[in-house]
């Protein structure tokens, strides 16, 4: 990770330097923490954030890992707590919750205190022993801002660096050119491009857009940002306080502004809150279809594959009906399909020479060994489980709960204890955006989120005229608006990416960034993607901020309301001692009527979003009632599927069908409720980390398989199936519990890893055709462990398994299955053809050796374990001098919190 020889040098001027204090107590005034541990705390919270909360090695400590592996205090303490929960399946017992899940309540107790500084008068930072987690209590609202900015920069202040500058597409200038570093700046730059002016108005309009409660964001943003720069003075001047990553990369430090957090809000968001926007791909994929099998069968086909609405999928609310996006994809207003084979990319710059095959691993991500694109990777493996009181064991509502934002070094979340006027919350929240709880609890409630999916991005077709950077809208022909960043870098001790510079340049309409060209009926367009959010990153502020307050939230109708002013598109969950919630948060736009929400529309001004005000940025969007929420189902689960009845996938979503990891979950809790039992909430944890390790493919899909290919007469096929069969009956679980380094089910795991392709391009691609076939591949891409970019384990989210069993359904079974396909594929619908096409997928997938599966997987490779449970080990990002092992693979979310309430507090 870091050059021996650099790091050799360091430690001796590390360990020759006067030795750390900046950890040690700091008092001033009252030794004991303003308020008593617990004060206006209902009991009942527990959570864990790993690996730990602290995330600064200064120069003297990074010495000491170099040198003897000792890492700072809180740095992975955590880490311990997450990975051994797997070990207490089968059973766990609520007496050993605490040994995975600490204690989250309210302030710290006497006996507890490590530290206490006051960073200014009318600030007090108090952090505990146990895990080093910032309390922070604040005379007045300011004072508490203050603190939570500061307490940030002592636990994260490089990575809120590294964030800052990716969300401004500026991080090969800020960390070196290595072709990760490169490939983030596109990215962001092609979803958020914003020059210095962009930001500032966001923050200038709030008081105007949001009256006295946007004047309150803006004040509490400016204290924020104060306490930031307060500890980046003291680090200045204080060398132990000093992350050593600025030094290892002779990286001065910088002050921050309020257009830091704006820009850091913008990548948060964009990744984790957004839904749709593939409207273009759509069209090409239609196209492949029509191209395949005729107009009137290829739109049939399409819109099979589309699930928009699957009546087999599984929603997170059972019974009630929210329509939205119901009209017909192929309605013709506005609709402005492209010209088969016009379309071309319009990316910001050119491609970053080289690839991951030409390149040496130091050279492809830089700098500490840092991959910014797997900020990309991790948005939709959160979860949530809920029961109601009714179906409780202790007659009120548990809870398991929490974000999956991927694993980094330190963590990309923090955790922050805040208390003064209007705030009363403990929890999990993004560095550079932590101004409040995000996810976390209240004085009796506890909240929660997953990434929704829902549609709120749009392609709209821009008619160009005069050249290619005007276009047509209402009558006047417009330029584009050109958005350049330059970004340059040099070699530095960690990245020996050669001198270079290059511009990225982004062009704007009143719509949104131009993304692709091409043509529609033969005049030309630009394809832009217009985002609901773009121009508000930091509107949903104003939900967080009622979520912290005790004054505004205090029962499920009053957080469905906070939850309502949250402009990026998640689920939202609460419990508290009486009731469990559901609300789904976004900014949907109200589409020009009669529209089609699947493919791209023109955007010549008739068909804009309605009220559509290009000054504010603003549109009519759905009213709070139409989104979906529930209050009080017998219980609610969510791992990213879909929210309820008829409320329709987005654009980009060709995964909601009839298998969903969610319902690994869902079978579990319902099975654990039949005949009048309650829930207790170790067995719910329990179904939490039993469904973390399961194949979703063996245990929904493969007895599906296993009808429709029979009983094979050759033994080794037979062998095959029994290998399988078994392994599912043991749960398919992809987890080594005797600790010794193999899967339990090594053998099993391998099969199936090496025959799922096989099934899927037995099943469609005869039938489909090649072009059409690789075309759906590119529209609903598999679930792969290992991507061309970065180590990915497997999270059984986005792939092809329901597909695969509504068409084996429908040819085995002994009626076609709801929303059965208007026709067969596997075997082009012949019981026989279908089956031997599947046996002869097994028979390859026996030959298929680890080494082929796995051998790509240089880790393995060099530690001599080309095996799943290596390839699917959890692998760090890390944007620190300090890393941590590999942990054994576990799909949950990275913090995560068990609620168990059993009363209310008075307001």
């Known amino acids: 990770?870091?050059?021996?020889?650099?790091?050799?040098?360091?430690?001796?001027?590390?360990?020759?330097?006067?030795?750390?204090?900046?950890?040690?107590?700091?008092?001033?005034?009252?030794?004991?923490?303003?308020?008593?541990?617990?004060?206006?705390?209902?009991?009942?919270?527990?959570?864990?954030?790993?690996?730990?909360?602290?995330?600064?090695?200064?120069?003297?400590?990074?010495?000491?890992?170099?040198?003897?592996?000792?890492?700072?205090?809180?740095?992975?303490?955590?880490?311990?707590?997450?990975?051994?929960?797997?070990?207490?399946?089968?059973?766990?017992?609520?007496?050993?919750?605490?040994?995975?899940?600490?204690?989250?309540?309210?302030?710290?107790?006497?006996?507890?205190?490590?530290?206490?500084?006051?960073?200014?008068?009318?600030?007090?930072?108090?952090?505990?022993?146990?895990?080093?987690?910032?309390?922070?209590?604040?005379?007045?609202?300011?004072?508490?801002?203050?603190?939570?900015?500061?307490?940030?920069?002592?636990?994260?202040?490089?990575?809120?660096?590294?964030?800052?500058?990716?969300?401004?597409?500026?991080?090969?200038?800020?960390?070196?050119g290595a072709a990760a570093n490169r490939e983030m700046d596109h990215t962001q730059w092609e979803l958020a491009p914003y020059n210095e002016a962009d930001l500032q108005e966001q923050i200038d309009r709030a008081q105007e857009v949001y009256g006295q409660r946007g004047a309150q964001l803006q004040d509490d943003l400016a204290q924020y940002v104060a306490g930031i720069n307060q500890y980046i003075d003291e680090a200045q001047l204080d060398p132990t306080k000093k992350p050593a990553e600025y030094s290892l990369l002779n990286i001065?430090?910088?002050?921050?502004?309020?257009?830091?957090?704006?820009?850091?809000?913008?990548?948060?968001?964009?990744?984790?809150?957004?839904?749709?926007?593939?409207?273009?791909?759509?069209?090409?994929?239609?196209?492949?279809?029509?191209?395949?099998?005729?107009?009137?069968?290829?739109?049939?086909?399409?819109?099979?594959?589309?699930?928009?609405?699957?009546?087999?999928?599984?929603?997170?609310?059972?019974?009630?009906?929210?329509?939205?996006?119901?009209?017909?994809?192929?309605?013709?207003?506005?609709?402005?399909?492209?010209?088969?084979?016009?379309?071309?990319?319009?990316?910001?710059?050119?491609?970053?020479?080289?690839?991951?095959?030409?390149?040496?691993?130091?050279?492809?991500?830089?700098?500490?060994?840092?991959?910014?694109?797997?900020?990309?990777?991790?948005?939709?493996?959160?979860?949530?489980?809920?029961?109601?009181?009714?179906?409780?064991?202790?007659?009120?509502?548990?809870?398991?709960?929490?974000?999956?934002?991927?694993?980094?070094?330190?963590?990309?979340?923090?955790?922050?204890?805040?208390?003064?006027?209007?705030?009363?919350?403990?929890?999990?929240?993004?560095?550079?955006?932590?101004?409040?709880?995000?996810?976390?609890?209240?004085?009796?409630?506890?909240?929660?989120?997953?990434?929704?999916?829902?549609?709120?991005?749009?392609?709209?077709?821009?008619?160009?005229?005069?050249?290619?950077?005007?276009?047509?809208?209402?009558?006047?022909?417009?330029?584009?608006?050109?958005?350049?960043?330059?970004?340059?870098?040099?070699?530095?001790?960690?990245?020996?990416?050669?001198?270079?510079?290059?511009?990225?340049?982004?062009?704007r309409t009143v719509h949104g960034i131009v993304f692709a060209r091409g043509t529609v009926k033969g005049k030309k367009v630009a394809f832009v993607s217009a985002r609901s959010t773009y121009f508000h990153e930091a509107d949903?502020?104003?939900?967080?901020?009622?979520?912290?307050?005790?004054?505004?939230?205090?029962?499920?109708?009053?957080?469905?309301?906070?939850?309502?002013?949250?402009?990026?598109?998640?689920?939202?969950?609460?419990?508290?001692?009486?009731?469990?919630?559901?609300?789904?948060?976004?900014?949907?736009?109200?589409?020009?009527?009669?529209?089609?929400?699947?493919?791209?529309?023109?955007?010549?001004?008739?068909?804009?979003?309605?009220?559509?005000?290009?000054?504010?940025?603003?549109?009519?969007?759905?009213?709070?009632?139409?989104?979906?929420?529930?209050?009080n189902q017998s219980y609610i689960v969510s791992w990213n599927n879909k929210q309820a009845p008829r409320w329709a996938a987005a654009d980009d979503n060709f995964h909601y069908g009839p298998i969903f990891r969610s319902q690994l979950l869902s079978d579990k809790i319902r099975s654990n409720l039949k005949g009048g039992r309650k829930l207790k909430l170790e067995r719910l944890v329990q179904i939490m980390e039993e469904s973390a390790t399961q194949d979703l493919r063996a245990v929904k899909l493969l007895p599906v398989v296993m009808r429709a290919i029979g009983k094979p007469r050759d033994p080794k096929l037979r062998a095959g199936l029994k290998l399988l069969n078994d392994w599912r009956r043991r749960g398919s679980h992809r987890r080594d519990l005797d600790r010794d380094g193999h899967y339990d089910d090594d053998a099993a795991v391998t099969l199936m890893d090496a025959w799922w392709p096989l099934i899927r391009k037995a099943t469609f691609e005869p039938r489909m055709g090649r072009a059409l076939y690789a075309q759906m591949m590119k529209m609903l891409p598999p679930d792969m462990p290992l991507s061309a970019k970065f180590h990915e384990p497997p999270y059984y989210e986005i792939d092809w398994w329901g597909l695969v069993s509504k068409d084996l359904r429908d040819i085995f079974g002994r009626r076609p299955p709801p929303g059965h396909f208007h026709r067969k594929y596997c075997g082009r619908g012949s019981k026989r053809s279908c089956r031997i096409a599947l046996r002869l997928s097994l028979r390859q997938a026996l030959g298929v050796t680890k080494e082929q599966l796995y051998g790509g997987d240089a880790t393995c490779k060099s530690s001599g374990r080309v095996e799943a449970s290596c390839f699917d080990e959890t692998r760090s990002t890390s944007a620190s001098g300090v890393g941590i092992p590999n942990f054994p693979y576990i799909n949950r979310p990275t913090f995560q919190q068990t609620i168990e309430l059993t009363r209310r507090l008075a307001r």
Not at 563 to 581: H, P
């Open 1 to 176: 990770m870091i050059p021996r020889a650099f790091a050799i040098a360091v430690v001796a001027v590390a360990l020759g330097a006067a030795p750390a204090w900046a950890q040690l107590p700091v008092l001033g005034g009252n030794p004991q923490p303003p308020q008593p541990y617990g004060q206006n705390d209902a009991g009942g919270f527990r959570n864990v954030l790993p690996p730990g909360e602290n995330g600064l090695d200064n120069i003297t400590q990074f010495g000491q890992f170099e040198a003897t592996g000792q890492r700072p205090p809180h740095f992975d303490d955590q880490l311990k707590l997450y990975t051994d929960l797997m070990y207490a399946s089968p059973a766990l017992r609520h007496d050993q919750i605490g040994d995975y899940f600490k204690d989250a309540t309210f302030g710290v107790r006497g006996d507890d205190v490590e530290s206490i500084i006051h960073p200014r008068t009318g600030v007090t930072i108090v952090r505990d022993k146990g895990y080093g987690v910032p309390h922070v209590y604040g005379d007045t609202r300011a004072d508490v801002m203050f603190g939570t900015g500061y307490a940030a920069a002592q636990d994260r202040l490089f990575l809120m660096d590294v964030l800052r500058h990716t969300g401004r597409a500026q991080l090969s200038s800020f960390i070196g």
């Open 252 to 507: 001065p430090l910088q002050p921050w502004k309020g257009t830091d957090v704006i820009a850091t809000a913008s990548l948060i968001g964009g990744i984790f809150g957004k839904g749709g926007g593939r409207e273009l791909d759509s069209a090409q994929t239609l196209e492949a279809f029509t191209h395949r099998f005729g107009r009137r069968a290829g739109r049939r086909a399409w819109s099979d594959f589309r699930e928009k609405n699957d009546p087999e999928t599984p929603t997170t609310i059972l019974k009630k009906k929210f329509p939205y996006e119901t009209r017909s994809p192929f309605s013709k207003r506005g609709l402005a399909l492209p010209d088969r084979g016009s379309v071309t990319d319009a990316p910001v710059a050119p491609p970053v020479p080289g690839n991951a095959k030409t390149q040496t691993q130091g050279a492809k991500v830089g700098a500490l060994g840092f991959d910014p694109r797997a900020i990309l990777a991790h948005q939709h493996q959160s979860n949530a489980l809920l029961i109601s009181a009714r179906k409780s064991a202790t007659g009120h509502p548990i809870a398991v709960m929490g974000p999956q934002v991927g694993y980094f070094v330190p963590q990309i979340l923090m955790e922050e204890d805040l208390h003064g006027p209007g705030i009363d919350a403990r929890g999990a929240a993004f560095p550079g955006v932590n101004l409040y709880v995000e996810l976390g609890h209240g004085r009796d409630y506890a909240w929660s989120a997953t990434t929704a999916n829902s549609d709120n991005i749009d392609t709209f077709a821009e008619q160009l005229c005069q050249d290619d950077f005007h276009y047509l809208w209402k009558g006047q022909c417009l330029p584009m608006e050109k958005l350049e960043r330059t970004n340059s870098w040099v070699p530095n001790a960690l990245d020996s990416t050669p001198p270079g510079s290059e511009t990225l340049t982004a062009y």
């Open 540 to 631: 949903s502020a104003l939900g967080f901020s009622a979520l912290n307050d005790p004054g505004q939230v205090h029962d499920a109708a009053s957080f469905q309301r906070a939850a309502g002013q949250i402009n990026f598109a998640f689920n939202w969950f609460y419990t508290d001692a009486n009731d469990i919630s559901y609300y789904q948060s976004g900014w949907y736009p109200k589409r020009a009527r009669g529209t089609s929400t699947d493919f791209p529309i023109w955007g010549t001004g008739q068909y804009d979003w309605q009220q559509f005000n290009t000054d504010l940025h603003q549109e009519a969007l759905l009213p709070f009632a139409a989104h979906p929420h529930v209050t």
